[in-house]
């Protein structure tokens, strides 16, 4: 089994920062780590939204339009975890933040629709005030 734990969300002022982070725990499938893993949001009222999404080496990245040149996506597979480095931020940018993995998926591909993944953490909450 795959546990996903994310940290790091918090209040913070508009054209703040923050970083999340999220490590893996449990069956990791190879010595390899972790597969594709991406971020999604969600904000209340609405639906769950891409954020940005990294392939198991890194190599591949994929970003929502909205936090291009905001937002960066790394991974450490040596610790087992993902971060999402948020500045510039926006009231809008205020939602719950999931991470997500495709364990086992060495394919090289950044994924950005979230049935693609198999496992998720519970979520940190970012706030964003005017």
């Known amino acids: 089994q795959v546990q996903l734990v994310e940290s790091g969300g918090g209040l913070v002022q508009a054209g703040g920062s923050l970083r999340l982070s999220c490590a893996a725990y449990g069956r990791t499938f190879s010595s390899y780590g972790m597969g594709a893993m991406g971020w999604f949001r969600q904000a209340p009222g609405r ?20 936090v291009k040149g905001r937002f960066t996506i790394s991974r450490d597979n040596a610790n087992g975890t993902m971060y999402l480095q948020m500045n510039n931020l926006k009231p809008e940018d205020s939602a ?25 953490g519970q979520g940190t909450q970012v706030t964003v005030s005017s």
């Open 47 to 66: 639906e769950r939204d891409f954020v940005a999404a990294i392939s198991w080496s890194g190599g591949s990245t994929n970003y929502a339009d909205s």
């Open 96 to 120: 719950v933040y999931y991470c997500a993995t495709r364990a086992g998926d060495y394919s090289g591909t950044a994924y950005l629709f979230s049935h693609e993944y198999d496992y998720w």
